[in-house]
C-alpha cells in the first residue's frame, strides 16, 4: 500500500527546471533512500511533500489526500525532521512532547500515553524528565523523532537525518528508523551519507538535474553495478598486466590484490591464465561495487568532485 504518491511531479523557480517529471511512491513499513549530489532537486522536492512549497505541475498524495487540495488532511499523516529538530533547550523532553502533543490536537488521555509509547521507543525512558539543554546530540535527535510521531502519522520525512552524528549515533540512529519502519510507518529518508542509506533503505531513487536516474531496491542496485573478483596474489602488477592485456578491466587495490570485473563464468579461465604465467593465488572472492561508486557513476559525481570540490549533498 502506497502511503506517499508522488505522480508527474514539476517545479519551477524563475526560469529554471528545478524538478521535472517526478514519479515515486512510498510503501507502509518502507524506508525509501532519495540520494542526489548538490542542486539536484532533493530538497524542493521535500519542501513539496511536507506542503511548504507548491509544485508547477503534478500532484502528491498521502493517504490518499491531495496534498494541494486536502492540505490539512493529508499533513495530519504526515511527521518531519527538515535538517535539526526543533525543541526548546529548556524545557525537559517531555515537556517538549506535551507542547507538539497540544499543537496536533491529541486529548489529555491520549496524550499521556502516547509520550509513554514513544518515550519506550526512542530509548528516552531515563532522560525523559531531564532538560534538553542536557542532552546530547544524538538525545535530542531521538527526541525530535519522537516530536515527528506525536501524531501517529503515516509518514516520517527525515533530511539528512545522521548529520553532525558520530558512528555510533549514526548506528544507533539507523537501527531506531528500522525499528520505526517495523510498526508500519513509512520512513522518506534524503541523506548524501551513501553508506547510511545502503545499511538504513530497501529502496532507493537517486535524482540528478531534478529528475531520478534509477529506482530500484538496494539489493537490486548493488546487483546493477559490475559483477567481479577479488583476487589476492603473489604479484599484484604482473597480474593486473596479464589480465589486463586479456581485456579485463583490472585496478591494484592495497599492496597484494587486485579487484577484476569479469562475469562469473569467466572465473576459471582467470584463474587459469595466472597459474599458467607463474602467479600465485592465495584468495579469490566475489566483489560487487558499492552504492557509492554506482551513485557517482549515475551522477557522474566523480567529475563534478573534481570540478566542484564539493561533496555530493541537498
Known sequence: MAVLTVENVSKVIGSR?????????VRKGEVYGFLGPN??????????????????????????CDVQKERAEAL????????????????TGRQNLIHYARLAGIDRRRMRQRIEELTELVGLEGRIDDKVKTYSLGMRQRLGLAQALIGDPGLLVLDEPTNGLDPAGMREFRSLVRK?????????????????????CDRVAI????????EQSV??????????????VGRPETAKDLLEQR???????GERSVRAAVAESQVPELIRLLVLNGVDIYAVEPSRESLEEFYMELTGGAEQEEKKGVQ???
Do not use: C
Not at 521535500?46 to 505541475?57: D, E, H, N, T, Y
Not at 499523516?77 to 525543541?87: D, F, S, Y
Not at 581485456?247 to 587495490?253: K, L, Y
Open 180 to 200: 520505526i519502519a517495523s510498526t508500519g510507518v513509512a520512513v522518506f529518508v534524503s541523506s548524501h551519507l551513501l553508506s547510511e542509506i545502503q545499511q538504513m
Open 207 to 214: 535524482i540528478k538535474d531534478g529528475r531520478i536516474v534509477t
Open 76 to 91: 495530519r499523516h504526515v511527521g518531519a525532521i527538515v535538517e535539526n529538530p526543533e525543541t526548546y533547550s529548556y524545557l
Open 247 to 253: 581485456g579485463w578491466r583490472v585496478e591494484t587495490i
Open 312 to 314: 555530493a549533498g541537498a
Open 39 to 64: 542542486g539536484a532537486g532533493k530538497t524542493t522536492t521535500i519542501r513539496m511533500i511536507v506542503g511548504l512549497a507548491k509544485p508547477s505541475g503534478g500532484r502528491i498524495r498521502i493517504k490518499g
Open 17 to 25: 527546471l528545478v524538478v521535472s517529471n517526478l514519479n515515486m511512491s
Open 219 to 232: 539489493t537490486e542496485l548493488l546487483k546493477s553495478g559490475d559483477s567481479a573478483v577479488s583476487i589476492r
